[in-house]
């Protein structure tokens, strides 16, 4: 059992828009940065979002991040069949001295 | 250009031990270094983490005692020492680099390839 919690799996069609939820506790994302990744197929872990709605240099402006309380939210927007992956969230736990990530959602585009 | 490549893995029983690399390259030491897990089927589990300087070091409960996580500046290269080693150890390691707060240590922002461990007799 994952200590930040996402949905398993989202669909939608090109072009539309996704949101990708991940829950957690105070220790974690309530007082830490929140951070995205995203594993394509088959290649390693790709850092998407920091600091909870920053993107690195590369990534579009389709993929955004957000945060509230002990929750955040990954969206995408213009969805595009390159974008199906798993998307995984991650912060670091106060309480657990641990990095913490989210059990994985899974992206599948229509 | 930030270069992770991580060396080591490989076909053990259970019980032994395994010690996998990480060379960095690209970056000045002066970064904390991750390994990161992903089990068949299943998404990524941290594993441990060690400060620029080797001194801070924390790990997950289901290695602690039995992997030790240090690191060789003049190197550039992080390792990752695994013992006992179980079935349930079995995994693609990746190592990454850590950045951000607390102290350096808050997300992975470049990784490795992976190396694959499997643990079977």
């Known amino acids: 059992q994952s200590v930040l919690t996402q949905p398993p799996s989202v669909s939608a069609a090109p072009g539309q828009r996704v949101t990708i939820s991940c829950s957690g506790s105070?220790?974690?994302?309530?007082?830490?940065?929140v951070s995205w990744y995203q594993r394509l197929p088959r290649t390693a872990p790709k850092l998407l979002i920091f600091d909870n709605d920053n993107r690195p240099s590369g990534i579009p402006d389709r993929f955004s991040g957000s945060r509230s309380g002990t929750s955040a939210t990954l969206a995408i927007t213009g969805l595009q069949p390159g974008d199906e992956a798993d998307y995984y969230c991650g912060a670091w736990d106060s309480s657990l001295s641990a990095l913490v990530f989210g059990g994985g959602t899974e992206l599948t585009v229509l | 250009q930030v270069r992770l490549v991580e060396a080591g893995g490989g076909l053990v029983q259970p019980g032994t031990s395994l010690t996998l690399s990480c060379a960095a390259s690209g970056f000045p030491t002066t970064y904390a270094v991750h390994w990161v897990r992903q089990t068949p089927g299943k998404g990524l589990e941290w594993v441990a983490v060690?400060?620029?300087?080797?001194?801070?070091?924390y790990y997950a409960d289901s290695v602690k005692g039995r992997f030790t996580i240090f690191r060789d500046n003049s190197k550039n290269t992080v390792y990752l020492e695994m013992n006992s080693l179980r079935p349930e150890d079995t995994a693609l390691y990746y190592c990454?680099?850590?950045?951000?707060?607390?102290?350096?240590?808050?997300?992975?922002?470049?990784w490795g390839q992976g190396t694959l461990v499997t643990v079977s007799s």
């Open positions: 990454a680099r850590g950045n951000g707060p607390p102290l350096g240590r808050g997300r992975c922002d470049y």
């Open positions: 060690v400060s620029f300087g080797g001194v801070d070091y």
């Open positions: 105070s220790s974690n994302i309530g007082e830490n940065y």
